[in-house]
């Protein structure tokens, strides 16, 4: 019998385990909604979305280096000049700290910047921060994933 309870416990256990991972919480489900509205937002050239999606304090960094403010980086997206014609994000994370959450995934896309089109890979680290119950993006970062 005290096998058995032990076994028991052991399955239990573990079973609890990995039902916890599968289970996310409001905050992490709150945050997915708002990276694939960002998503699309990006793909649709809505700059009306974006601006609601972000901070007016955002700091929007490039793989490149360049870092751009919330206007910047809505104008460039609205007027064409940093077109997104497809984007995925694949290997998510989510991270809630309190009232921020880190997110971190790879970013794969083609774009037709400039006409020219392109196909991208990215590292990208996302930083959101709950104001009055509503969740924005307050900085980006992205990074060249090693060949």
Known sequence: MKY???ALAVVLFQFSGSAQNSFKSKAE????????????????????????LTSINLSYGHSN???QNQAVFIEKIVNGESDFVTIEFQNQTIEILG????VRHNLVAHTKDGGVDKDIKLGIMLVWKKYKNKWLLIARQAFKLPS
């Open 4 to 6: 058995f309870l032990a």
């Open 29 to 52: 489900i709150a945050i997915a909604a708002r990276v694939e509205t960002l998503r699309n937002a990006m793909i649709d050239a809505d700059g009306s979305k974006l601006k609601a």
């Open 65 to 67: 280096g360049v870092v």
């Open 99 to 102: 009232d921020n959450a880190i």
